[in-house]
């Protein structure tokens, strides 16, 4: 796998306990929509190598708690240490329509069912109430409000992303 195809997750900042578990910081916005996942990459000397999730228990502060398959001593567990964890960006979901996965969209293309291709996203402001994409277009900004029904279909492998923005926002922007 090649770094197109993975996602950024997170990093495993220390052990947890004495029989190779290890705590893994999620740099997500919501950790529990990937209690699904059964298995992680970790980058290990530039190879993104598989480990099979044998339990995923979330703490506090984006802090989880793994256990590996294989991986059963504090000796094996000391090796994952700041190492950095992703996942096949087929993988990324929404966790509903107006909560996003956060930083992992940011790269994706932006395209409007009526505008056509609007740029990158290259920031979520995650604001109380009203989270905004903002996206690149050509050097200029483009915010569009996270709301129900804005997003109509996401294509993870192909890093796009197929909007519905409100009447009249865009052309704002494009003027």
């Keep these: ?38 298995s992680i990459f970790i980058e290990l000397d530039g190879i993104f190598t598989p480990f099979f999730i044998k339990s995923f228990k979330i703490k506090n502060k984006g802090f989880v708690a793994l256990h590996f398959e294989g991986v059963d001593s504090e000796a094996n567990a000391k090796t994952l240490i700041d190492k950095k964890v992703y996942i096949a960006s087929s993988e990324l979901q929404l966790v509903d329509e107006t909560r996003f996965l956060g930083h992992e969209l940011i790269g994706y293309k932006v395209i409007d069912q009526e505008k056509g291709d609007l740029g990158v996203l290259v920031e979520v402001l995650e604001q109380k109430g ?12 483009i915010l569009l ?23 009249g926002l865009v052309d704002l922007y494009l003027k």
């Design 130 to 141: 009203n989270p905004l994409f903002v996206v690149d277009h050509n050097g200029s900004e």
């Design 145 to 167: 409000p996270v709301f129900e029904g804005l997003l109509i279909s996401m294509n993870a492998p192909k890093k796009e992303m197929l909007i519905n923005a409100p009447e």
């Design 1 to 38: 796998m090649h770094l197109k195809d993975q996602s950024y997750i997170g990093k495993i900042v220390k052990l947890h306990g004495y029989k190779g578990g290890v705590s893994l910081y999620m740099d997500v916005s919501n950790p529990s929509a990937y209690v699904h996942l059964k």
